[in-house]
């Protein structure tokens, strides 16, 4: 048998020192420029030390932003403390994304209580209020206080609906020996309005919003995970900025920057470069756009691909703040063309928002006065992501579409 195929990769140097330290999951010992958010978190937990129950809070905020890394630095550090002085406090972590039933959410909070198999809630198959019961039970025989986190807390009630929150902020009135809060994590600013108002009342008794970072915020945090994770000095003069700069552009998202550095850093890897350089990050940048919008875009239901189309058509006619009517107009042709009946016009605006939830579109409504109000939609794919390709290789039947001659009307 011939020599392993990664043999010769084994014995490279690296241009990382720890690649974990460039991870999103990685929780550094200090958060950098978010200090006012740990802050308001303390002064909220310390309630815990000191036996008593927290406050309720909601923390929102865009995604990339430090909720969780804030929330997990701050849980690390209370219950460090509590240990210390004795004090018993729990704390559980749910990410609503990839547990997002309320059965499942219950029985993670349940599980991750449990003092023994016998208190264990079985993946499926009980009645949903058995298994608040025994949530109800493990919390009491652990005692103490127990801080729930809901991360993704938005994805959950879209889903199912707000059912779930009202007994978990319900518990306090039913426990003896324990106290619990629950912390909500969301990257919808307008969360509580999908609430009933009496669990928006009891759930954002605090509401701590995070603010973008700017470029030299992010630089900062990029330079302090450099230190533990890159070789000194492999990194030339302008990464960390262009990296910065390029994630600021993107709603200040320090997750963004985090991917950049180290993919920019594994290209030169790859082409066993003895330093990153801007160029390095360019084709980043480029591997990174692609990867995320390709199957977003090839996975589109064949009406949305044809909206999409529609949108991308009016641009490429010189048309911008294209409003719904002037999408609608060009979905028909393509709907004739494609051989397909068209969606009635009130569900293209629901396509049109699913399109900008997807970070496709931007569609931003503006008041025409007494004439109402109307939407302005623009495309926000990346110039080196191929929309129209991508639709034509992911879908046989959007090939006619495009091959045929569309006469559009320009403004007056």
Excluded at 4 to 16: A, V
Aim: proline share 3%; hydrophobic share 40%; charged share 20%.
């Amino acid at each position: 048998m011939g020599e392993n195929i990664f043999n010769h990769l084994l014995g490279n140097d690296s241009l990382f020192k720890n690649r974990d330290v460039l991870h999103h999951g990685f929780t550094p010992d200090n958060l950098p420029h978010r200090e006012n958010e740990v802050k308001s978190l303390v002064h909220n937990l310390v309630e815990a030390l000191q036996g008593h129950i927290p406050s309720n809070m909601i923390l929102y905020g865009q995604p990339g932003l430090g909720k969780t890394a804030v929330t997990r630095y701050v849980c690390k550090q209370l219950l460090d403390r509590g240990k210390q002085i004795g004090a018993t406090i729990h704390a559980v972590e749910v990410n609503c994304c990839s547990i997002d039933t309320k059965y499942r959410v219950l029985a993670k909070l349940a599980n991750d209580l449990a003092t023994d198999n016998e208190s264990l809630v079985p993946f499926t198959g009980w009645p949903t209020d058995k298994v608040l019961q025994q949530l109800r039970q493990n919390m009491e025989s652990k005692g103490g206080v127990h801080i729930f986190v809901l991360d993704e807390i938005d994805h959950l009630v879209k889903r199912h609906g707000d059912d779930i929150l009202y007994p978990l902020t319900s518990l306090n009135y039913e426990l003896r020996n324990s106290k619990c809060c629950v912390i909500g994590i969301t990257n919808d600013l307008q969360f509580t309005e999908m609430l009933d108002a009496r669990i928006a009342s009891r759930l954002g008794s605090e509401d701590l919003a995070f603010p973008p970072y700017d470029a030299s915020q992010i630089a900062d945090i990029l330079s302090q995970r450099a230190l533990a994770g890159v070789r000194e000095g492999v990194l030339e003069n302008g990464v960390i900025k262009l990296c910065s700069a390029l994630a600021a552009q993107e709603h200040g998202d320090a997750r963004r920057a985090l991917d950049l550095l180290r993919v920019s850093i594994h290209k030169a890897d790859v082409l066993e470069d003895e330093s990153v350089s801007t160029e390095h990050v360019r084709l980043a940048q480029n591997q990174l756009q692609f990867d995320q919008m390709t199957p977003v875009i090839s996975s589109l239901p064949f009406h949305q691909k044809l909206v999409l189309y529609s949108i991308l058509l009016n641009e490429s006619n010189g048309l911008t703040n294209v409003s719904t009517g002037e999408v609608f107009s060009v979905y028909q042709m393509t709907c004739n063309n494609a051989s397909v009946t068209p969606l009635v016009s009130r569900s293209i605006g629901n396509v049109i928002k699913n399109l900008d939830s997807l970070g496709l579109v931007t569609a931003k409504t503006t008041s025409l006065g007494r004439y109402g109000r109307s939407n302005r939609i623009n495309s926000c794919i990346p110039q080196n992501v191929n929309a129209v390709t991508i639709m034509v290789e992911a879908d046989e039947a959007m090939k006619p579409v495009v091959n045929c001659t569309y006469r559009l009307q320009a403004r007056l």
